[in-house]
């Protein structure tokens, strides 16, 4: 059974950072890919990153692109998400995900099929 386990939410400052974590069970990292979506009060879902399971290779949400770092740690089953230069709208519900049966080349559209229970960030002064 696999299971999703985020950490690391909370309050930060504008320009500050956060360090999200992802422990994965059920699965191992070098088989499937791993994605951060995020999800703000009144908005759609928007993907964040995906680390392939392949080669580790990543991709980003052009919103997010040069601020925030998607990372694995094979031998302790986690995935990172480092969130720098933090902005106000950055604050969302912020979930981890993996897909059994796509890949990144074709994240975010129709992807994912387990979700972690989700982890709240909030940026302000």
């Known amino acids: 059974q696999v299971h999703l386990a985020e950490s690391g939410g909370g309050l930060a400052q504008p320009g500050g950072s956060l360090r999200l974590s992802c422990a994965a069970s059920?699965?191992?990292?070098?088989?499937?890919?791993i994605a951060w979506f995020r999800q703000a009060p009144g908005k759609e879902r928007e993907g964040v990153s995906c680390?392939?399971?392949?080669?580790?290779?990543?991709n980003y949400a052009d919103s997010v692109k040069g601020r925030f770092t998607t990372s694995r740690d094979n031998a302790k089953n986690t995935v990172y998400l480092q969130m720098n230069s933090l902005k106000p709208e950055d604050t969302a519900v912020y979930y981890c995900?993996?897909?059994?049966?796509?890949?990144?080349?074709?994240?975010?559209?129709?992807?994912?099929?387990?979700w972690g229970q989700g982890t709240q960030v909030t940026v302000s002064s």
């Open positions: 995900v993996t897909d059994r049966h796509e890949y990144c080349d074709t994240w975010p559209k129709n992807w994912g099929d387990f």
């Open positions: 680390i392939s399971g392949s080669d580790g290779s990543t």
């Open positions: 059920g699965l191992t990292l070098d088989e499937y890919p």
